[in-house]
């Protein structure tokens, strides 16, 4: 069973910078994707940053340029650097995996991925 743990986030000002970690259980010696969604009160969750096993990446529109996803496979941990954070970032971010291939257009659905963790609470304010 894999174990997926968020952790980093807090409140912060518009313009200010955050890390959230994701501490996990996965085997990284086989093909995966991991993900950062978030999802604020009210709305649906979205998609924000995926990663793969072979380190490639994808983010969504919204973060193109302010955030990054980085993995550390010894550590078992992924990551996501927030940076010029705005007040529409605010929500719960929570990462989650999907072992084997994934088609890119499906990459950041929130229906590709089948281990979730918990959430951490990001709130940007003004």
């Known amino acids: 069973q894999v174990q997926l743990v968020e952790s980093g986030g807090g409140s912060v000002q518009a313009g200010g910078s955050l890390r959230l970690s994701c501490a996990h259980s996965?085997?990284?010696?086989?093909?995966?994707?991991m993900a950062w969604f978030r999802q604020a009160p009210g709305k649906e969750r979205e998609g924000v940053a995926a990663?793969?096993?072979?380190?490639?990446?994808t983010y969504a529109d919204a973060v193109k340029g302010r955030f990054t996803t980085s993995r550390d496979n010894a550590e078992n941990t992924l990551y996501l650097q927030m940076n010029y954070l705005q007040l529409e970032d605010s929500g719960v971010y929570f990462c989650?995996?999907?072992?084997?291939?994934?088609?890119?257009?499906?990459?950041?659905?929130?229906?590709?991925?089948?281990?979730w963790g918990r959430g951490t609470q990001v709130t940007v304010s003004s």
């Open positions: 996965v085997d990284t010696s086989g093909r995966y994707w």
């Open positions: 989650a995996l999907r072992r084997g291939m994934v088609p890119s257009r499906i990459l950041l659905s929130q229906n590709t991925y089948n281990f």
């Open positions: 990663i793969a096993s072979d380190g490639a990446s």
